[in-house]
């Protein structure tokens, strides 16, 4: 609303989202006092991401998310990331050879990371890029809380991308994190699923400048290292 930057409170508030005045409980806003709920924030970027990923003939989950990311409507953070991941992974999956009606795996993928929320790395101690790996995992092999095998593996590509998430350390980036979120499903799929999506050589990102809290050379994708 006014550029100004987040101040994060340790307990929620009632606060009114300054574009739907819908009140919401958040642990969030900008030094004025302006709150944007996850809805609002992420709209125009999940209908980017939909299209984007039901056109993109790529295999290369990790080029998808960085042409996603140069759209205006996919901000620097925002729980926009925990839809594009699973969406990407999905989109790519599905090119490489995996069995998957997109469609209605990507719309089912908005459902389920339009429900995880902002903050939720801080606040909860589980990164939704993470989390978004798993249900891409989940959706992609068609599992529910009764399954195997596939139960199994949901949980444990979760927590593999997890890991590594918590390696890098923070304040959060969800650039950073997503690019780890994705890298670590591909090599998981590759595993246990014998599907191969395209990775690059090497990761680079390109929006270091816009991360008030980037790690830059502790981070593996900055560019200035």
């Known amino acids: 609303m006014c550029g100004k930057p987040l101040r994060y409170f ?34 125009r ?39 594009m991941v699973g969406a ?18 990507l719309q089912e993928m908005k459902a389920r990371g339009g429900k995880y929320p902002g903050g939720s790395c801080g606040f909860w101690g589980c990164c939704g890029a993470a989390v978004s790996a798993g249900m891409f995992f989940s959706i992609a092999t068609g599992t529910t809380p009764l399954s195997g095998k596939s139960w199994g593996l ?37 595993e246990h699923l014998s599907v191969e999506m395209e990775l690059p050589e090497q990761i680079q990102c390109r929006w270091s400048e816009e991360n008030r809290q980037c790690l830059r050379v502790r981070c593996p994708y900055y560019t200035g290292r």
């Open 10 to 43: 340790e307990t929620e508030r009632e606060m009114a989202c300054s574009a739907c005045g819908k009140i919401f409980p958040s642990n969030a806003s900008c030094e004025d006092g302006h709150y944007i709920c996850d809805t609002c924030h992420a709209e």
């Open 88 to 105: 990407a992974l999905l989109a790519a999956y599905r090119n490489a050879g995996g069995e998957l009606d997109l469609l209605p795996a």
């Open 154 to 190: 949901a949980n444990r590509i979760t927590a593999e991308a997890l890991e590594r998430i918590g390696e890098a350390g923070g304040p959060r980036c969800c650039k950073r994190n997503s690019f780890t979120a994705v890298k670590t499903a591909a090599e998981f799929v590759k």
């Open 45 to 83: 970027g999940v209908e980017v991401i939909l299209d984007y990923c039901q056109r993109s003939q790529s295999k290369n989950p990790i080029l998808m998310v960085q042409e996603m990311m140069d759209d205006p409507y996919i901000y620097m953070h925002g729980n926009e990331h925990h839809i």
